[in-house]
């Protein structure tokens, strides 16, 4: 008797499993997203990991300067606050100007992020020029403070 009981449960167990596993071949995948999942590029895990330790070095780099002001920790804070923000900016640019909004055209977007870059290069050099041809950018901040 209870070998009987021993065949049958184990019969509709695998009959089961037989049926679950022809079932989902036959089944299309449910999903509900907009969009095809596309390959990435590049290691976004090395890029996360570079804007945190950023995005840490700044808290020391903003500070520090007003402590001790020297050349070297003006463009230390100037590199690291136009890093931070190209980063943010390139972030959006790429999310809100995309090819999908251009008909798959990449022209725009890729003019978009060109600019980007030129922005911030733009933005550094200027900073650069300003912190070792006038007083430089942390005293320029700490001369508006004693207005």
């Known amino acids: ?43 976004h895990v090395k890029m996360w990991t570079a804007e945190r330790a950023v995005s840490i070095a700044q808290i020391p780099a903003i500070l520090i300067p007003f402590l001790h002001t020297t050349p070297a920790t003006d463009a230390l804070f100037c590199t690291l606050a136009v890093l931070h923000s190209h980063w943010g900016i390139e972030a959006i640019v790429v ?17 978009c992020v ?20 006038d007083v430089g950018i942390i005293n320029a901040i700490k001369m508006l403070w004693k207005l």
């Open 95 to 111: 999310d809100y100007i995309r090819p999908s909004l251009f008909n798959g055209s990449t022209v725009i977007p890729n003019f």
């Open 1 to 43: 008797m209870f070998a009987a009981r021993m065949l049958t449960n184990s019969t509709l167990r695998t009959t089961n499993s037989l049926v679950r596993t022809s079932l989902t071949r036959q089944l299309p995948q449910l999903s509900f997203a907009t969009s095809t999942a596309k390959q990435s590029s590049g290691d």
């Open 114 to 133: 060109a600019l980007v870059w030129a922005l911030s290069a733009f933005t550094l050099g200027a900073l650069y020029y300003f912190a070792y041809t």
